[in-house]
T-cell receptor
Framework: DTGVSQDPRHKITKRGQNVTFRCDPI?????LYWYRQTLGQGPEFLTY????????KSRLLSDRFSAERPKGSFSTLEIQRTEQGDSAMYLC???????????????FGEGSRLTVL | SQQGEEDPQALSIQEGENATMNCSYK?????LQWYRQNSGRGLVHLIL?????REKHSGRLRVTLDTSKKSSSLLITASRAADTASYFC?????????????FGSGTRLQVQP
């Protein structure tokens, strides 16, 4: 399977614990995005990487959230001291971007669903 | 923040009927895209329309774009039960410098067999 993969698919944790999600993008893609989606809503942008550089972070990404993409390959999203409001689906997407084409099609993973008790 | 607003929020039709969903957005765009999401799954890209295009077709899908009204519509013809899903529009904003898509809140489509 050469699509975007996310792990774990489901995570249940207690408030105050740290959680980490991993995303493996499509190998030739240079951009990687993290979105958050709550029930009945559309995905909300969190952050994105161009290769290994984190180029933009949403104001939604509080200081409890950190994302990395070492060596421009896989990415991790860590949430420290989780709160009940962090319960959501965390979606990763990747794309191949050229300067002239703007933001084209995003390829999404199946998401990591977080439940904070 | 979510730029696009889809209308209606929910739509229920019979198999064979056409489904029309609308999207309005606020800023200038490079392109507008439509995605589909089955319950509990990731999003799947359906179609992309550039700001200088007015209409685009892909199989049973027809997308229109009116940049003067900052709106788009997605038409699914001859719907099937398998079309049951949530549909989202997403915009590639031109003037904000953002290089990520901004999604709307979605239309939940139910196609009754």
């Amino acid at each position: 399977d050469t699509g975007v993969s996310q792990d774990p698919r489901h995570k249940i944790t207690k408030r105050g614990q740290n959680v980490t999600f991993r995303c493996d993008p499509i190998s030739e893609h240079n951009r990687l995005y993290w979105y958050r989606q709550t029930l009945g809503q559309g995905p909300e942008f969190l952050t994105y990487f161009q290769n290994e550089a984190q180029l933009e972070k949403s104001r939604l990404l509080s200081d409890r959230f950190s994302a990395e993409r070492p060596k421009g390959s896989f990415s991790t999203l860590e949430i420290q001291r989780t709160e009940q409001g962090d319960s959501a689906m965390y979606l990763c997407a990747s794309s191949l971007v050229s300067p002239s084409r703007g933001t084209g099609e995003l390829f999404f993973g199946e998401g990591s669903r977080l439940t904070v008790l | 923040s979510q730029q696009g607003e889809e209308d209606p929020q929910a739509l229920s039709i019979q198999e064979g009927e056409n489904a029309t969903m609308n999207c309005s957005y606020k800023t200038s765009i490079n392109n507008l895209q439509w995605y589909r999401q089955n319950s509990g799954r990731g999003l799947v890209h359906l179609i992309l329309i550039r700001s200088n295009e007015r209409e685009k077709h892909s199989g049973r899908l027809r997308v229109t774009l009116d940049t003067s009204k900052k709106s788009s519509s997605l038409l699914i013809t001859a719907s099937r039960a398998a079309d049951t899903a949530s549909y989202f529009c997403a915009t590639d904003e031109r003037d904000t410098g953002r290089r990520a898509l901004t999604f709307g809140s979605g239309t939940r489509l139910q196609v009754q067999p």
